[in-house]
């Protein structure tokens, strides 16, 4: 049997799976956490990664590395990291976007030039914040990597070249996905005047290397790519992913360039597009209220069942880390609404779901899409309440794959499709674990968003 690992080096931990590379099989699985924080050691991926390959990585017949997207991580002549890696997550680079996005000539500037408006997020933000905040830093760095260019590299040894691919290199900021060229004018307008090193942007099947046990590895991907190539989505699929953040993604043959910002215009893991949409908040959310109201998840979730469609008039704007989508980097959450007869705990748990869904609904709005289903992963997707309002709220038929570490799976099959040397992916089924269709009162959702809406126009 030939075998391939995938990796999925997230914020909060490092995966992998190991499949049956003609079935999809998932054959074994491990998991070792993150740090939390914003800004992490690569050293503490790399012993993470160590930890779940130790024993099976050997075995297999080929690996492919998935990891979180836009975090930048700066490394000296001696390939040592100069500084812990920043991540994603990290917003104190929102005012080094917005200095960007005016110095190279605004929104359709930089839509035109790599596919994207950068946010906090980007990592080509996260360049001038580095820049203009720790220049001595910034002065020693010679190589600039992703958090999967960095763990692929690791994995083949310092002297392999640095790869990266265009999934993950279309999240920096400097890379077109049009083009498919590195944009060495905006790095050294980012950078003030630095030009690091990058790593070159292998093809999507590509083995780009061998471990030192000489097993092939696959290019990687970033992690929204990952899944998307994880679940096989085709025409009419767009995925909603609650994880700590959400994000709203489906695969297209052609680039998009919002000027707006909201679409961030990445390229996917196959040769296509995928236009996405990020918010910071969404599974956050719900252990976030839960520990408000003092209860386990369980508990909370029969709470929030308990309540009626739109929580007595409670809303929650659920931005409780700041706002990517839509872009609101340093304010907070807010509960509306709240009156002696409806402040009740149901009412409030009820508010947490509900503002969670809104939010991502907003987030579906912006993609612009016209879905025949959502495919609804992630940490949250498993409740059956998160699913039966999703359906509610999106107003679109929801399909909830079974779970599964669809990152990981999308780098191993990933790794499949380099080892076949096939001009597509290997056919590996999808497995849906629920399917729950728009209600036929497409009211009850409409109402629970236009209420949403006022709260949110209302303060913002």
């Known amino acids: 049997m ?8 997230s914020t909060q931990s490092c995966k992998v799976v190991v499949c049956d590379a003609d079935t999809g099989e998932i054959l074994d699985r491990a998991t070792a956490p993150h740090p939390d924080g914003t800004e992490v050691s690569p050293e503490s991926w790399w012993q993470a990664l160590h930890s779940v390959g130790n024993g099976r990585f050997h075995r297999v017949d ?14 000296d002549g001696t390939h040592r990291p100069v500084r812990d890696a920043l991540l994603w997550n990290d917003t104190r680079s ?5 200095q960007l996005v005016t110095e190279f000539g605004g929104p359709r500037a930089w839509a035109d030039a790599v596919g994207s408006v950068p946010l906090a997020a980007f990592t080509v933000a996260k360049l001038r914040w580095f820049a203009d905040h720790e220049p001595e830093l910034a002065d020693r760095t010679r190589r600039i990597m992703l958090p999967h260019d960095y763990l692929t590299w690791r994995l083949r040894g310092a002297d392999a070249e640095p790869t990266t691919d265009r999934g993950d290199a279309s999240g920096t900021g400097y890379w077109s996905p049009v083009t498919g060229e590195y944009r060495k004018d905006i790095l050294s307008l980012a950078f003030r005047g630095r030009e690091p090193e990058l790593p070159r942007v292998a093809a999507p099947a590509e083995i780009v290397g061998w471990t030192p046990a000489g097993v092939p590895v696959a290019a990687g991907t970033g992690d929204n790519a990952g899944a998307a190539l994880g679940l096989a989505i085709g025409p009419g699929d767009v995925v909603v992913s609650l994880g700590t953040s959400g994000t709203v993604f489906a695969r297209n043959t052609v680039p998009s360039a919002d000027p707006t910002g909201a679409v961030a215009g990445f390229a996917d893991a196959t040769g296509a597009f995928l236009p996405l949409v990020c918010t910071l908040n969404a599974a956050r959310v719900l252990g976030s209220v839960a520990d408000l109201l003092g209860v386990d998840q369980r508990t909370f979730e029969d709470l929030a069942a308990q309540a009626n469609p739109g ?9 409780l880390t700041g706002e990517r989508t839509p872009n609101l980097p340093h304010v907070a959450g807010s509960l509306h609404g709240l009156r ?6 149901r009412n409030i748990a009820r508010a947490a779901y509900e503002g969670m869904l809104c939010n991502m609904a907003d987030a579906l709005d912006a993609l612009g899409a016209a879905p025949r289903r959502v495919l609804l992963i992630g940490g949250a997707a498993g409740s059956p309440l998160v ?10 038929t929801v ?14 099959r990933q790794a499949a499709w380099a080892l076949s040397g096939k001009a597509d992916p290997p056919n590996w089924p999808a497995r849906t674990a629920a399917e ?11 109402d629970i968003r236009a209420a949403y809406r006022r709260a949110r126009q209302a303060l913002y």
């Not at 590395?65 to 490394?75: D, F, M, P, Y």
């Open 2 to 9: 030939t075998t391939v690992a995938g990796v999925d080096s």
């Open 62 to 75: 080929a690996i492919a590395i998935a990891g979180q997207q836009h975090g930048l991580v700066a490394l």
């Open 94 to 98: 929102a005012a080094a976007a917005e």
């Open 311 to 319: 929580a007595g008039g409670i809303v929650l704007l659920p931005y």
């Open 340 to 345: 002696p007869d409806t402040m009740r705990p």
């Open 387 to 396: 699913a039966r309002l999703a359906a509610e709220i999106f107003g679109v």
């Open 399 to 412: 399909t909830v794959p079974e779970p599964g570490e669809y990152v990981a799976l999308g780098a191993a």
């Open 436 to 446: 729950i269709p728009a209600p036929a009162d497409a009211t009850i959702g409409a």
